[in-house]
């Protein structure tokens, strides 16, 4: 048995389908033996067992225990029968996991390419699976820093074989922004563990006091806390790239923040493409942009349905929180936010209006000072959403 490899906890993962992390304690037992150039192959192989539904993997488990020359170079010839067996009963959808496998045996140099049989029938996908190694080399080198890759625009087919093979590594994640193009974000998930409030709450007391070189460290040691990051963390740190004049890293960060699958209220990329514009200050060329009202994100869920509920009733905001016993923050706080998509539509009479109702009212409450604040230096990053166009028909 290897050192460092737990059969047991192993074979659980395998029988509840737990993939990920069967995956990584393969992993971590190769690395432990010094045994990672067979990772893909180890992994392959586990494939190949997952595919023929087998009570116990004991294939993959003996290749853990037989990485020698002797063993692999048999274990060629028996894939080769293998992919043989699929090609006679036309078995199309398992050759290419088998052919998986070989290649990776080529790869390793236990077996020639021209021994794989009718090679011609594969020669497209052998020529593809080559060219998304290479890809993914250059990506995993690239992941030795902290930074997140942002993929070049690719079909629908070479967009799912990248997928596959992010997919064998356990730490890899990605996943993709809502543009018109097929654009992935590709990282690698902290392998320790980071406190997040900590060093969020060191980022800011740096950026305040302009240490941005030290805020922007912070910020990207907790980047990689999360499978998707939030679009405020990405937007910071491009922001930070941006004062630091690397426009280039700011350029990806701000458009990722901009498409975020999950938060995409604000048009990031503007603040790069439109020096003219008063998002930036003239003597210093930096950007009058704030990013604190993020961090009142669930919040503005609850009020997004309150103006559902408001466009319904037909009422104005005022009548419709009087009569439904709605604080007077949160009335406010939907006067913002209503605000804040009349500029995205372009419609800032109205949202000048309701931005000045709610600034005579607040009665110098320090959160609705700086919502408004917020809006105001931020108006015209704001995004059109499909889904808010009803803010446009509610009667003030």
Do not use: W
């Amino acid at each position: 048995m290897i050192e460092g490899f737990s059969y047991g906890v192993f074979k659980e993962y395998y029988k509840n389908n737990r993939s990920t992390e069967a995956i990584a304690l393969l992993e971590k037992g190769l690395n432990q033996n010094n045994l990672l150039q067979y990772k893909r192959l180890t992994i392959r192989m586990y494939r190949v067992d997952i595919y023929q539904n087998k009570a116990k993997p004991f294939r993959t488990l003996r290749l853990l225990e037989n990485f020698n020359e002797e063993y692999l170079k048999a274990l060629a010839n028996k894939y080769l029968i293998k992919l043989s067996n699929c090609l006679v009963y036309k078995n199309y959808t398992y050759a290419p996991i088998i052919l998986d496998v070989l290649l990776e045996l080529v790869n390793l140099g236990y077996l020639e390419l021209n021994q794989i049989p009718c090679l011609n029938n594969f020669k497209d996908y052998i020529l593809n699976q080559q060219q998304e190694m290479e890809y993914i080399k250059t990506i995993n080198n690239d992941l030795q820093h902290p930074n997140l890759i942002l993929s070049e625009t690719m079909s629908e087919e070479r967009l799912n074989t990248l997928i596959k093979l992010i997919q064998e590594e356990p730490f890899l994640k990605y996943f993709k922004i809502i543009d018109k193009d097929q654009h992935l974000v590709i990282h690698k998930l902290n392998t320790e563990k980071i406190d997040y409030n900590f060093y969020k709450e060191k980022a800011k007391l740096a950026k305040e006091n302009e240490q941005y070189e030290e805020a922007l460290n912070y910020y990207l040691k907790i980047l990689n806390s999360k499978v998707i990051p939030y679009s405020y963390i990405l937007a910071n740190i491009g922001l930070l790239y941006l004062k630091l004049h690397n426009k280039e890293e700011a350029i990806k960060y701000l458009t990722i923040a901009t498409y975020h699958p999950l938060e995409h209220n604000f048009d990031f990329k503007r603040i790069i493409d439109d020096k003219t514009s008063n998002y930036f200050d003239e003597k210093q060329d930096t950007p009058l942009f704030t990013l604190n009202e993020f961090e009142a994100q669930e919040l503005v869920t609850k009020y997004i349905n309150l103006i559902n509920e408001l466009k319904i009733s037909q009422d104005n905001i005022d009548e419709y929180c009087l009569k439904n016993n709605i604080s007077n923050e949160d009335r406010l706080s939907i006067k913002i936010l209503v605000s804040r998509f009349y500029y995205a539509n372009d419609f800032p009479q109205y949202a000048d209006k309701l931005l000045k109702e709610a600034e005579q009212d607040s009665n110098n409450n320090f959160y609705i000072s700086d919502l408004i604040k917020e809006t105001r230096v931020n108006k015209k990053l704001y995004k059109y959403k499909e889904e808010y166009q009803q803010a446009l028909r509610l009667n003030l």
